[in-house]
C-alpha cells in the first residue's frame, strides 16, 4: 500500500472532499484519521481529524469498519467495498 509520503493530495483536487487518510497505530493495533475531506466532515457532522478508531464506538475491533482497515493493515492487500457511511454503524 502506498504511504503518506507515496503522493501529495494537491495532486488529486476533485477527489479530496471525499478522501480520508488514515495512520495505522501498532502495539496495540489501532487507527488514527489524519485527514477528512469536507465531504466526510458533513457526514459525520464534526472534524474527526487525529480521533483514533478506538474511540469511536461503531469503529471498535469486532466492527465491519474495523476489520476492513485491519484485513488491509496486516496484509497489505486493497480492498473495494461499497459500504455506505450510512452502513457505518452495522
Do not use: C
Not at 17 to 35: C, E, I, W
Not at 79 to 88: E, F, H, I, M, S
Amino acid at each position: 500500500m502506498p504511504s503518506r509520503a507515496d503522493f501529495d493530495p494537491v495532486d488529486i483536487p476533485r477527489l479530496l472532499a471525499s478522501t480520508a487518510l488514515v495512520d495505522v497505530l501498532r502495539d496495540p493495533l489501532d487507527f488514527r484519521f489524519r485527514l477528512l475531506g469536507t465531504a466526510i466532515d458533513n457526514i459525520t457532522s464534526r472534524n474527526m481529524r487525529g480521533v483514533r478508531f478506538s474511540e469511536i464506538p461503531f469503529l471498535l475491533p469486532g466492527n465491519k469498519g474495523w476489520a476492513d482497515y485491519e484485513y488491509v493493515a496486516t496484509t497489505g492487500h486493497p480492498l473495494k467495498t461499497d459500504r455506505a457511511y450510512g452502513d457505518a454503524q452495522e
